[in-house]
């Protein structure tokens, strides 16, 4: 099947204590701190301005935490999806990222990717999953104006997938993914 060409749009969950301290989160269920609050506010503001008429989530607290502030702003239903959940950083999760990168001989900003544990999921198969995700349900709502509410990591293996560079998603933001004749563009909104 191929991806549907029609735009969509896509909101990481607003921060949380580990995104503060740079602590591994994956799939490990933390919630939202006061900041992640105000920032799924800020979106669900920005989204009232949108034509969104469905809200699809991750069921991980701080991804259902800011979609339900954006669908009670939009009145929107809120469905769940699993495959929406964030890459398993397996044992990793919990760690410092630094104390990885320092264990690693990794530079502050070097990526954890290439020395993640083998409980991990790899690249490969979150860009499949992410990819499989977002296709599955703009195909089973051809209709609808879709709003993901997803996770960092999620969204770079997205976007990969959908044959752009690989970019990261700020806390609370919302990007437009809208497909053009030679791939895909994502706009921050």
Not at 27 to 38: F, R, V, W, Y
Not at 85 to 109: F, K, M, T, V
Not at 124 to 146: F, G
Request: proline letters at 5%.
């Amino acid at each position: 099947m191929d991806f549907p060409q029609r735009p969509f749009y896509f909101v990481r969950h607003g921060q949380t204590e580990w995104n503060l301290i740079d602590r591994v989160q994956g799939q490990t269920d933390i919630p939202l701190n006061q900041t992640g609050i105000q920032q799924a506010a800020i979106a669900a503001e920005k989204a009232k301005l949108l034509p969104l008429t469905q809200i699809i989530t991750s069921p991980l607290l701080r991804t259902l935490k800011t979609a339900a502030i954006i669908s009670e702003a939009k009145h929107l239903p809120m469905l769940l999806d699993r495959q929406l959940i964030e890459r398993s950083y397996g044992s990793y999760e919990g760690q410092y990222l630094d104390d990885i990168q320092r264990q690693h001989g990794l530079s502050d900003d070097g990526s954890i990717d290439r020395v993640l544990p083998s409980d991990a999921e790899t690249w490969a198969q979150l860009v499949a999953r992410s990819h499989a995700a977002v296709e599955k349900w703009l195909t089973a709502c051809p209709n609808d104006v879709l709003l993901f509410v997803g996770h960092a990591a999620f969204f770079r293996a997205l976007y990969e997938s959908l044959g752009g560079p690989s970019t990261g998603a700020e806390n609370g933001k919302i990007y437009h993914f809208i497909p053009h004749a030679h791939g895909w563009q994502v706009e921050e909104l």
